[in-house]
């Protein structure tokens, strides 16, 4: 195809003067909306009007300038068809053969944080109509969205004086792929307001759902080398998150199993305000915490937790919820590890960090409250083969006055402290999950079992392995105790207090498995399941 006329009309207008003039130069008709038109004007390029094709004016502050049969007629005509080539003719509609566009900043306006008027009036009405028209006719013409295209599309005009077919499919593609994206963000945007504008606490699970998302990176591959793998993050997301972190330090790209071990790292220890509950570090690997612990600075949290499984450390990620000292920067760089994240670092400590060349360093520039967790994104998804699993995210807090002390004995003061450490910790572990913890340490962590029995017993041997105490040892179980076992075996090794959501038909037998023991028995009333 061998263009006579174009329409451009770009809200982004980075490159267009060259472009328009590149392609005036190679004998095209250049037409353009108001401030498209004027800029190419002044850069001394031949232009005619919109208003001179469609001989009607742009009204309504630009709401109407290309809704026009004059202009649709010119693009969505078949050339090959005699009754549309006669129509144009008829009615003094001429053909429009590429049609270069970008839409109105939609996205940037509600990033701003614009008023709901302003956010409205940046809804593209007319530039998605010409793109998607020209993108249906892309055997007739070519549709071209984004300025990194400009000098391809040059190019091959030059080098063949056409754009051909393969072309027109890859820039249609891409620009139906603009205006999918494009509504999806304005739908995205409705669902989190309500009608007078006001950011609503709770989304509609919507049918049809469509999400949409921003490429980060290719990635080497996906969680095996024979898997190919990307990194996408969502558009409007302000929470502090390993989608939104800045790298620090290391040259070595992240890896899919580098950020799916962030996200859970600093899930964890955002789960402790650093002001009330104490410094939290975290140690993870494959998603689940191997080390976890609070600590008055961050060496003294990064010490304890690091003893929990120093063997498993190796190699791990690490996550604080406060920031970096040069202290635990130092402790840090004695060990091999692959990442480490917080909300803020010194800047010695950072220079301390950089001498670890293959050490990922990571900032999410801040910490949201608990309570603004989720409000820009609350939704979780997972894939299933041919489906999408989604739930709101795992967010709820325990409420203390709604804790029910079901033993005979309460919990000390020490011991209701551990337990809700251990509870928070828990939620964060692959079920079954158990945790034991001891003075604001996870000291033993029972990862992932089919049988919480199991989870409880593994947790303990891999204490005693660490030469670690369980004795005076608090419990935590994320899902309810189907049989007095695990608290069986809880008490064995020295546990004096459990915490677990409750709700077994055995509740009876377990809570006098526990009267037994002499331990306090809490129930949360909240289960936290993790798959
Ligand atoms: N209303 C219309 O007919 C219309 N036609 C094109 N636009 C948009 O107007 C913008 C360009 O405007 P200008 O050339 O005035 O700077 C482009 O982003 C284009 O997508 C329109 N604007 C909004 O709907």
């Known amino acids: 195809m061998r263009p006579v006329r174009a329409l451009i009309s770009v809200s ?12 005036s130069n190679l004998g095209v008709e250049i037409i353009s909306t108001g401030g498209t038109a004027r800029l190419l004007k002044e850069a001394g390029i031949s232009v005619r009007e919109i208003s001179d094709l469609t001989g009607f004016p742009e009204i309504m502050e630009g709401r109407v300038k290309t809704l026009h049969p004059k202009v649709h007629g010119g693009i969505l005509a078949r050339r090959d068809k005699e009754e549309h080539l006669k129509a144009m003719e008829r009615l003094g509609i001429e053909r429009i053969d590429m049609v270069v566009v970008n839409l109105y900043p939609f996205k940037e306006t509600v990033k701003k944080g614009a008023s709901l008027e302003e956010i409205i009036e940046n809804i593209d009405i007319g530039g998605p109509t010409m793109v998607r028209a020209a993108a249906k006719n892309y055997a007739h013409v070519a549709i071209v969205t984004d300025p990194s295209d400009y000098e391809r599309v040059i190019k091959e005009l030059k080098e063949t004086g056409e754009i051909s077919l393969k072309t027109r499919f890859y820039l249609a593609r891409k620009a139906f792929n603009l205006t999918a994206h494009y509504d999806a963000l304005i739908a995205e945007f409705l669902y989190s307001i309500d009608e ?82 104490g410094i939290a570090c975290a140690i993870i690997k494959h998603a689940n915490p191997c080390g976890m612990a609070l600590g008055k600075t961050p ?41 480490i994240i917080a909300p803020d670092y010194d800047e010695e400590a950072l220079e301390i960090l950089r001498t670890k060349k293959n050490l990922r360093v990571l900032t999410t520039n801040g910490l949201d409250g608990l309570e603004r967790r989720g409000v820009d994104s609350p939704f979780e998804y997972r894939r299933i083969t041919g489906g999408l699993l989604v739930q709101d995210r795992d967010l709820i807090t325990v ?37 034991y913890a001891k003075d604001g340490v996870a000291v033993g962590i029972g990862v992932g079992q089919t049988s919480r ?11 005693k392995m660490m030469g670690l105490d369980l004795q005076g040892s608090v419990l935590a179980s994320e899902a309810f105790f189907p049989f007095r076992d695990s608290v069986d075996e809880a008490a064995k090794v020295g ?13 009876g037998e377990v809570i006098q498995a526990a009267n037994e023991h002499g331990m306090a028995m809490v129930f949360t009333g909240i289960r936290h399941f993790r798959h």
């Open 12 to 23: 982004d207008k980075t490159g267009i003067v060259d472009f328009a003039r590149e392609l």
């Open 196 to 277: 007078e504008g006001n950011p609503v606490n709770c989304r509609e699970m919507r049918n049809p759902l469509t999400i949409t998302f921003e490429k980060v990176s290719d990635l080497r591959y996906g969680e095996n080398p024979h898997q190919r793998g990307a990194f996408y993050k969502e558009v409007f997301i302000k929470e502090p998150c390993v989608a939104r972190a800045e790298k620090l330090h290391g040259e070595k790209e992240l890896s899919f199993n580098n950020i799916y071990d962030l996200d859970a790292s600093f899930g964890l220890v955002t789960e402790f305000d650093p002001q009330t509950d």
């Open 299 to 339: 060496e003294e949290a990064y010490e304890k937790a690091l003893k929990v499984d120093p063997v498993s450390a190796f190699g791990g990620i690490i996550a604080f919820n406060a920031k970096v000292t040069p202290e635990v920067a130092r402790l840090i760089t004695e060990r091999f590890y692959e990442c």
């Open 399 to 435: 409420d203390p006055e709604k804790l029910k002390v079901v033993t005979d004995r309460e919990p000390t003061e020490r011991e209701w402290k551990d337990l809700l450490f251990a509870f928070k910790v828990v939620k964060w572990v692959k079920s079954n999950s158990v945790v």
């Open 453 to 463: 029995v199991d989870s409880a017993r593994c947790a303990a041997e891999k204490a």
């Open 495 to 507: 546990v004096t207090a459990i915490i677990q959501p409750g709700g077994s038909i055995r509740d």
